[in-house]
């Protein structure tokens, strides 16, 4: 017996915690977590209701993998040996063991995976229960006849294999040997598959062994890995702290220099714009006190200052004089466009009591000629609503004799096929005899026939008339329908006013 045949490992996946990637961070999958193939196996990955296919070619950020719920290792080895045991009862107290070997082979791995075959034994064992007489073939021979049983074993199962051969989901299995075994072959043969078993599974456990001394070994690697990478990156976040910090102080001293050369410029500048501004406000716009002060500060000589004073003198009597003929020539400007402003204010008020008088004339006119054409619009609308109602009274008139002319016609094609209809009646009555044994008035009825009758209540008011009429009249007043037959010809006398005394006769036959 093989152990864990087909389905090898099965694993059950949850959401990916592993985020892989510089730019742009993508899941994935541990490596931990696909695993390891043999050369003869492969892995089913389960996408919902797909199933995939891989021999050992996804990574473990494919969209594959990333998106399975579950992994499966599939064997795909051809010819694996699987040993079916049952037992078949024998003509003694003892039984015969049926031994078959079954070689199977993965044939589809993914519907495998999808049908769950995890114990070919047990279903190669039911197939073989299935065999119709199989486990009867030793029921007549003793146990000593394990030979003679084998022989009906193979003879049978070769022949139920050409007609139903076993079917397992993605598996082919073709049995390859059929053995009879007594009781103490049985023991041997238990005693060894103990034993093999046992070695399997010594030899699993080693291989488990050095699977996880190989994830250990592999894990701490992993960490070392990871700690030198942490020790270097802390190192150069140091690095670049340092320099950063070294960088700041520099700019920051420097920055205070500049402030405090800056500062000194700026207070001597300001006591120089001090001293200008006072200059300025004592001498201010003064030639005179300008002339002073040069002669203080040794600029000029005494004569210089003297021919400037009196200079200075001469120039302001000559500009005193200007400026008082200016003033003259301003006030007289000024009076001149004082007077040609009230002038001009003058005209003005002329103008905008010309221009009001005159729109005040149009604004009138407008008006009255608005209410002319609102009274010549009513004048019309007035002799329209006039025509429209002639033209409707002429249109009630002439549509009221049509109808009366319509109507006239009616009843007297209605007249004329009411005295037709009771022309026939009477004639089919009169040949048939119905009015023999009536001891009606054969001329006034003869007359009769020519008459026309009235409509409704006007043939009813005729209670002079034969009571042949009178029924006649009755009947005759409900208009027949377009589907209603009148033809003479038609041989219904149900509907005949015959009388009573013509019932019986009618009756007979």
């Known amino acids: 017996m093989v152990e864990r045949y087909p389905l090898v490992e099965q694993r059950e996946y949850g959401r990916p915690q592993k985020r892989v990637g510089l730019l742009h961070k993508r899941p994935a999958r541990d490596e931990d977590e696909l695993p390891r193939l043999a050369a003869h196996e492969v892995r089913v990955f389960r996408l919902g209701e ?8 996804l990574r473990c950020d494919d969209s ?8 499966t290792v599939v064997d795909r080895r051809v010819g694996v040996p699987v040993v079916v045991e049952m037992r078949i009862p024998s003509a003694e107290a003892g039984d015969f063991t049926l031994r078959t070997t079954f070689h199977c082979t993965v044939t589809d791995a993914r519907a ?10 047990a279903l190669l064992f039911g197939y ?9 073939e030793g029921a007549d021979l003793p146990i000593v006849e394990s030979g003679t049983v084998r022989r009906r074993i193979d003879a049978r199962l070769t022949a139920y294999l050409e007609m139903r051969p076993p079917v397992v989901s993605g598996l082919n299995a073709m049995p390859s040997a059929v053995d009879v075994l007594t009781p103490e072959e049985l023991a041997a043969h238990v005693r060894e598959v103990e034993e093999a078993r046992r070695a399997l599974e010594k030899d699993r456990l080693r291989e488990e062994l050095e699977q996880e001394r190989a994830r250990a070994e592999a894990e701490k690697k992993r960490l070392l890995e990871e700690i030198r990478r942490e020790d270097a990156l802390r190192k150069e976040l140091n690095r670049q702290e340092y320099e950063r910090m070294r960088t700041r102080f520099e700019h920051e001293s420097g920055a205070e220099g500049q402030e405090h050369e800056l500062m000194m410029k700026a207070q001597y500048n300001g006591f120089v714009r001090n001293q200008l501004t006072e200059d300025l406000r004592v001498i201010g716009s003064d030639p005179v006190a300008a002339d ?3 002669y203080r500060s040794g600029d000029i000589s005494a004569d210089t200052l003297a021919g400037r004073v009196r200079a200075d003198a001469s120039h302001r009597s000559e500009r005193e004089g200007e400026l008082a003929r200016l003033e003259r020539e301003y006030l007289e400007r000024r009076a001149a466009l004082e007077r040609e402003e009230r002038e001009r204010r003058a005209a003005l008020e002329r103008d905008d009591k010309r221009h009001k008088l005159e729109r005040d004339d149009r604004l009138r006119e407008l008006t009255r000629q608005d209410r002319r054409e609102d009274l010549a619009a009513r004048r019309q609308e007035e002799a329209r609503r006039w025509d429209l109602k002639r033209g409707d009274t002429l249109r009630e008139r ?16 209605w007249a004329d096929h009411l005295l037709a ?20 008035d054969m001329g006034a009825f003869i007359n009769s026939m020519g008459e026309i009758p009235q409509y409704g209540a006007q043939a009813l008011r005729q209670g002079d008339a034969q009571p042949v009429q009178k029924v006649s009249a009755e009947r005759l007043d409900q208009r027949p329908k377009g589907d209603d037959v009148v033809d003479g010809d038609s041989g219904d006398d149900s509907d005949l006013d015959i009388g009573p005394a013509g019932l019986e006769e009618h009756v007979g036959h």
């Open 50 to 57: 797909d199933y995939v296919e891989d021999h050992g070619l």
């Open 64 to 71: 594959v993998v990333v998106a399975a719920s579950s992994v």
């Open 112 to 121: 495998v995976v999808r049908d769950g075959i995890t114990d070919v034994e």
């Open 128 to 136: 073989l229960r299935g065999i119709p007489g199989l486990t009867e």
């Open 292 to 294: 002073f002060n040069a």
């Open 398 to 413: 002439q549509e009221n004799r049509e109808d009366a002319h319509l109507q006239r016609q009616e009843q007297r094609e």
């Open 421 to 440: 209809a009771n022309r026939d009646l009477k004639a089919r009555a009169i040949d048939r005899g119905l009015l023999d044994d009536t001891g009606a």
